[in-house]
């Protein structure tokens, strides 16, 4: 098996690194990181006007039905740059979700819209307990008449200050773990629905509070059948936690190589940092948990495009690996970089924050290792 990227993959690469470097630089992540929503829409249009939006949405709903290792191929590139905006909650998450189990009409009403850059849209799953899994899922789904009724709380939503669509995972009053949870699409600006934003560390990923009082809809804004929306959920948080590791490699390569330039030009007792073990060590180990990560996201990202048995545990395995070694490295990087990497000035703590987002999204290292022994014994 080849697990090497296509000319065609290479050359995206090339087009990805190039255009986020003009249009992504440091200074630009700055001022989105100061804004109220972290989103610019003149941005979002020149996403768009590249075809990263409907990078692999099908063809037919105005996307470039490309496949997820397409994808990571860009996002990867994104992480160099810390990108911010609601490119996951949008393209990937609720992206992947629509395109899996939306009906004829819910996706001619939606992906169109993803793709020109003109809907942007989020998934609320998780709630104040906290948990990943089903039985996490509190919020309630009741018949209002024609149509249903939702009630509860959801917690760190990515991105739902800015959202037109919010697809929200709830459950029938008496059921338990998987058994009645369901996926809903509630519209901005729906009676019932707030949404308030919260404070977060990573500046770059903005998450908010969705409370949900009586908000009634249509039976036609479920996704897929009712009471399927946790085999929904799996298969949306597996490629979100492989778009998560491809950003995480990206963002870690990127500290590795701001350490090493620095460990060459910085001196201490006449000589260059980068001269003694201590920090050569701390290169070598970086490079191996960069090399780690990119071998168990790339394979992850082919299991999850081929839709093979084992890409569960296949996105598992590699969000464990990439929780930790993203952390790890960009802690290094600022352990390298001395005092200056604790500044405000300096990017490592940009990249520290990220990481540290990410590191717990969809779960933290020691909840996917757990996942992983589960479907090995």
């Known amino acids: 098996m080849d697990f090497g990227f296509s000319e065609e993959q290479e050359l995206l690469r090339q087009s990805a690194r190039d255009f986020l470097s003009k249009e992504c630089p440091m200074p630009f992540v700055r001022r989105l990181m100061e ?9 979002w249009r020149k996403l768009a006007d590249m075809g990263w939006l409907g990078l692999t949405l099908p063809e037919d709903a105005g996307g ?19 990108m911010p905006g609601p490119y996951l909650s949008t393209v990937v998450a609720a992206g992947f979700a629509l395109t899996d189990a939306a009906s004829p009409a819910l996706r001619a009403r939606t992906l169109p819209g993803i793709a020109s850059g003109e809907l942007i849209a989020t998934v609320a799953q998780l709630e104040p307990s906290g948990r990943w899994d089903a039985e996490g899922i509190a919020a309630t789904l009741r018949d209002d008449g024609a149509g249903l009724r939702l009630d509860g709380t959801k917690l760190f939503v990515p991105d739902a200050q800015v959202a037109d669509l919010i697809i929200v995972a709830a459950r029938r009053p008496g059921t338990s773990a998987a058994e009645g949870v369901s996926l ?3 519209e901005k600006g729906s009676p019932g629905l707030e949404v308030r934003p919260l404070r977060t560390m990573d500046q770059t990923r903005r998450l908010a509070e969705v409370r949900l009082d009586g908000v009634s809809v249509g039976r036609d804004a479920l996704l897929g059948a009712e009471g399927e929306g946790w085999r929904i959920l ?16 990206g963002g870690a390569q990127r500290v590795l190589e701001m350490s090493v330039d620095y460990a060459k030009v910085r001196e201490q007792f006449g000589k260059p940092i980068g001269s003694f073990q201590a920090i050569q060590h701390k290169c070598a180990d970086m490079l191996v948990q960069v090399e780690c990560a ?14 093979v048995e084992e890409a569960p545990l296949a996105a598992a395995m590699a969000k464990a690996w990439c929780s930790d070694a993203y952390r790890k490295v960009a802690g290094e990087g600022i352990q390298i970089h001395g005092g200056i990497g604790f500044t405000w000035e300096h990017d490592m703590h940009i990249y520290f924050k990220r990481a540290k987002s990410s590191e717990v999204t969809c779960g933290d290292a020691t909840w996917n290792r757990e996942l992983v022994a589960q479907r090995i014994l």
Do not use: I, Q
């Not at 990119?294 to 839709?307: H, M, P, R």
């Open 234 to 249: 799996e298969r949306m948080s597996d490629r979100l936690k492989v778009a998560l590791c491809a950003e995480a490699c």
């Open 184 to 186: 809903v699409c509630v």
């Open 294 to 307: 990119k071998s168990a996201t790339y394979y992850a990202a082919w299991a999850v495009a081929n839709d």
């Open 35 to 43: 804004d109220e929503t972290g989103h610019s829409p003149d941005y």
């Open 64 to 82: 470039s039905g490309l496949d997820f290792v397409d994808l990571t191929v860009v996002l990867e590139e994104m992480g160099r740059v810390v």
